[in-house]
């Protein structure tokens, strides 16, 4: 059985971000069981799996994910086993930096873990996509407030070598036209630079403003991509998945 996530044939790091970071910048957030790497359910749910996975390897993402725990999967187009449940299933693209006029804000201002319960705030109204109690700790996190309100921010997420993925970029309903997300991601990309490595974005397909957006701002289509989040089999179908998984192995 081959390593899993090792490079092959000169492989991209962005072909498998998830699994170029947990074995790369972020080895230290990684939980491995056998081939299937992810990162702890409190940080993100992402998880690395093999191309082509097997029963074991699905036993093994459910072993970490936990009954009933939930796993997201990026340029994944293979369905999940049936005891396996979908919870979406979309269309994305991946942008990198090609020309992004990356700068420093003013207003920005650093974000830490005493801020969290904020950030978890503004998520939650806003939507930009998961965010956890310690999502903060895969990189910088900046955000502006108004009046002492925290209204918009924007921060990294995946650490594939010489990559970092702006993520979490989110404007409150009261200051949107005002510019702040853009204002954030160029801060952002700024500091990526900084650390002398290059600022990548995912979005959804469908979200064609954005994407836009983002193109206006001297990012570009790199690849195509998917994404899948699926909940693992609980209770009796835990064990059945992992009763399964025995087998197969024996039998090999």
């Not at 992810?38 to 970490?64: F, K």
């Not at 939930?70 to 693209?93: K, L, M, N, S």
């Not at 070598?161 to 801060?187: F, H, K, M, N, Y």
């Amino acid at each position: 059985m081959s390593a899993p996530h090792s490079p092959a044939g000169g492989a991209h790091p962005l072909d498998d971000p998830v699994g170029a970071s947990l074995t790369g910048p972020h080895a230290h957030f990684a939980e491995r069981r056998g081939r299937i790497l992810r990162y702890p359910a409190d940080v993100t749910p992402w998880a690395a799996v093999p191309d082509r996975p097997g029963v074991a390897d699905w036993a093994d993402a459910a072993a970490l994910a936990g009954p009933g725990g939930v796993i997201t999967i990026t340029a994944f187009r293979e369905p999940p086993p049936e005891d396996w449940e979908t919870v979406f299933r979309a269309e994305g693209v991946q942008l990198v930096d090609a020309g992004v006029a990356a700068a420093p804000d003013p207003e920005a201002v650093r974000l830490g873990p005493a801020d969290v319960p904020e950030m978890l705030d503004l998520v939650a109204r806003t939507q930009p996509g998961p965010f956890l109690p310690r999502t903060i700790e895969l990189g910088t996190y900046l955000g502006i407030r108004r009046e002492g309100v925290l209204v918009a921010m924007a921060g990294e997420r995946l650490h594939p070598p010489g990559w970092s993925e702006i993520s979490g970029v989110c404007t409150d309903e009261s200051v949107r036209g005002q510019g702040l997300a853009t204002r954030l991601l160029l801060a952002v990309s700024h500091e990526i630079r900084e650390r002398g490595v290059t600022p990548f974005m995912h979005a959804a397909a469908a979200n064609t403003r954005a994407v836009g957006l983002y193109e206006s701002l001297g990012f570009r289509l790199r690849r195509r991509t998917s994404f899948l989040a699926a909940l693992a089999p609980d209770g009796d179908r835990a064990r059945q998945a992992r009763g399964e998984a025995a087998g197969a192995a024996a039998r090999s």
